[in-house]
């Protein structure tokens, strides 16, 4: 079964734009003859030493110059320099690599003057883009806030400093990611949906018109509001949180937020309460009142650290609170702040920032581009007012604003060819992946869990999260010995480690074509999405991730078309509807999501709640003897509770017990899976050589791994303080070319030791270079010199001129994203959870 629709998501600048910023076709191709030149110069080499030398046995004064000549000749010294020492005797030689030298000399000076010259067109260029409504837009709404510096660039009419000079990188940088890159929260991409159809055309077409929609940080609303409550703590209700774990007559709650973080990012760490159970249970059931907590609990009237305290651990749970779960929290925010209001007229400024941010947040849509830097500024005053009113500072200070988009119209895709995709793609999950080798937990670690549980009773879910973080640990110590975990491989860690051994293997072919296997009907099927670009016949894949609309829930907030959404979900069927998920956004703003399991797990008793939905207290875990992983159910009714992770963003930031319980319930899903991470493993783990590089790996139709260079940061060429720009950059062309480098690639750069993790770190994000673009040498030059310990280089595929999608005047650079999900009502109910 094959999700109806394909996610599409397509950056708003023409890659036609690229050229312009470059500037680099012309120079191309002198380089081209330079590097052609220099190979005939080579081939006259030995000739001309030899001439030299017959010559100097000739000759009685002027033997030693001669002699110095054929030296310099002979150790390829810049050519340049010998003209200049040696040129009375050069002038009265007849050989051809004279020739060829002086062709060599006069082609050089010719693209010293044009590389100037394109340098500013370049500049000229990145300037005029620097200034279209898209870019200036997107760039508004990025983290960094950089706004002031592209308005500063723009003023800037000389370039011999290194602000201006650092300036200009910082917005080239921005630039070509808006040209180049697509990335999944980026202002400068737009999202759409695409219905696969029957004999619909390869190529996409896409509309020129975007809905744009503004949301602010949810960390930041979040955090707010608890310190609005502690503040105003005599409007509030208060309980003693359910979610607990006994032990030793003790109660430890197991949701502890570390306050400098996201508001509900969660450590695990343990606060015993010094109450005796009852106490607890009667304090837990019923909603009190401020003075009535403070009969029964009166050390938290007296001690205000320890109630902030107790409401930031989530040991004490309040009433009302923000539904973290709804996409409006200012909306909750201001009605709760009404409310307080009329029993607490102090709160009359916090209301008034409040409904100011709600009143410039309307306005973004009707702001034009130019203007909405100065609205943002505007916001972040008004969040800078706030923070200063409760004397706190936020997880963040800037990129308060997010910004999404939605592409509203994209003609339909060719269903084959994207269902013959998605066979392949499970062709090879199945027969090299296998299972789930990065979150998954080792055999032994299950081994161990299986001891300590009994599968005759249920186990609180608190304690059984305990068992298992204890469990990880004992794995974690073991694994630090790498020759352990080599030598105890699991099932998913054989397949995967065999996969890259036979690439490592197979590195000097030119291409790598994985063996093709046929699926095996008794193969378990597997929900699953690939990222990745369409080029004709071919699929490059970037990721391949979890299913269950997973990688497309964070668009449905924003694409808001109910019918795209229903027909997504229904194609999952009772998978779906008979799951739950927790609809918690955390803080994060990549996690808001409309419902697509059905059925929600609370952190606590709501109101609100609805049928069918549970709370955390619900749960327990049971593992019989017959099952190979622990499982949930509702131990009120003994129901299966399937649990689903539909959100996008990692269950990392989940707070630590619902990372576990979603960790566990996923044991038998396939991976996350990015195959330029497995190659950072083995540059890692090989003898210490200064290049290595990997050809394209296929499986059928799909590329699953571009063709890369991988260089120790020692083996690169860094430039030299004193060196000029354009002799770097002579420099650094003859470098690429000798080491087989395409002239425009993506760079990353790599910490070895972090081999197999993921992120986005800014070492993670891939770079453009274009090689011969003037304006550029001075960038990878400082790239290069930045701290990492290898360099990667990846084949820019698809190209400049990919036009797989289109609009009226152009084609744009894009990404695909398509789902598969479990075929049959039968293969439904054979899933393990």
Known sequence: ??????????????????????????????????????????????????????????????????????????????????????????????????????????????????????????????????????????????????????????????????????????????????????????????????????????????????????????????????????????????????????????????????????????????????????????????????????????????????????????????????????????????????????????????????????????????????????????????????????????????????????????????????????????????TYLSANFKDGLQDSTLAHLRSKISSQSPVNIFNFCEQVHSAIAVETARNADLSYDRAHPNEAQQLIMSLFAQIWDRRQEDEIVLESKPLPPSAKRRAFSVYGHQINKNFVVNTIDSGYLRCFSRFFTFFDDTQVLEECKSAYGETLRNAYDFYDSFGYNTATRPRLCNGRIWMEQQNDQADGDLTLNDLEVIWPDDQSYPSLRNKHTQKAVNLRHTALFNTSHFPRLLETLTRISALSEPCCFVFHSGLLKLVAESEPVPTIRFPRVKYRDLILSREQWWFARSALPLRHASEGNFDYFLRLDHWRRTCGLPQRVFVRRHDVSNALAGGTGNLKKPMFIDFCSPIMTRMIGRCFNTEFSHISFEEMLPDHQHRQVSGSASYFANEIIFERGIHTEKEVSDVQY
């Open 1 to 430: 079964m094959i999700v109806p629709y394909i996610v599409v998501r397509a950056n708003n600048l023409p890659l036609t734009g690229l050229s312009d910023i470059t500037r680099s076709e012309n120079i191309e191709l002198t380089m081209c003859r330079i590097a052609a030149m220099e190979r005939l110069l080579a081939t006259h080499k030995q000739s001309f030493c030899d001439m030299l030398f017959t010559l100097a046995k000739s000759q009685t004064r002027q033997f030693r110059d001669t002699i110095q000549l054929k030296r310099a000749v002979f150790n390829d010294k810049d050519i340049a320099t010998i003209f200049k020492n040696f040129e009375e005797q050069l002038a009265t030689l007849a050989h051809p690599w004279c020739d060829t030298a002086r062709s060599l000399l006069k082609l050089k000076s010719s693209l010293d003057q044009s590389y100037v010259q394109h340098l500013e067109e370049a500049r000229f260029n990145v300037k005029t883009l620097s200034t279209s409504a898209h870019f200036v837009h997107g760039i508004a709404f990025t983290r960094g806030q950089i706004t002031s510096t592209v308005m500063r660039y723009l003023r800037n009419q000389n370039f011999d400093n290194k602000i201006a000079l650092n300036d200009e990188e910082t917005v080239y940088r921005y630039l070509t990611r808006a040209l180049t890159k697509v990335s999944p929260f980026s202002s400068f991409s737009s999202v759409g949906f695409s219905r696969l159809q029957d004999n619909a055309n390869t190529a996409l077409t896409r509309s020129d018109t975007i809905a744009h929609r503004y949301s602010f940080d949810r960390s930041s609303l979040l955090k707010l509001f608890e310190c609005f409550c502690i503040r105003y703590r005599q409007c509030w209700r208060y309980k003693l949180s359910e979610n607990k774990m006994d032990e030793h007559n003790c109660v430890l709650s197991t949701l502890m937020d570390k306050s400098e973080v996201y508001p509900y990012r969660t450590y695990g760490l343990k606060t015993s309460l010094s109450l005796s159970m009852e106490h607890h249970q009667s304090l837990s059931s019923q909603w009190l009142n401020w003075d009535t907590l403070g009969l029964a609990i009166p050390k938290l009237i007296t001690h205000d650290s320890l109630f902030q305290q107790w409401i930031r651990a989530g040991i004490l749970s309040y009433s009302p609170r923000l539904d973290d779960g709804n996409i409006d929290l200012l909306g909750q925010f201001i009605r709760i702040a009404e409310e307080v209001v009329q029993s607490a007229p102090s709160a009359g400024n916090i209301l008034c920032l409040l409904k100011t941010l709600a009143y410039k947040h309307e306005q973004l849509s009707s702001t034009k581009s130019q203007e909405q830097a100065q609205l943002i500024e505007e916001i972040n005053a008004c969040f800078d007012a706030l923070m200063a009113l409760f004397d706190i500072r936020l997880a963040k200070t800037n990129g308060l604003v997010y910004h999404d988009s939605a592409i509203l119209q994209i003609s339909p895709s060719n269903k084959s060819q994207i269902q013959a995709y998605a066979d392949q793609s499970e062709e090879f999950l199945h």
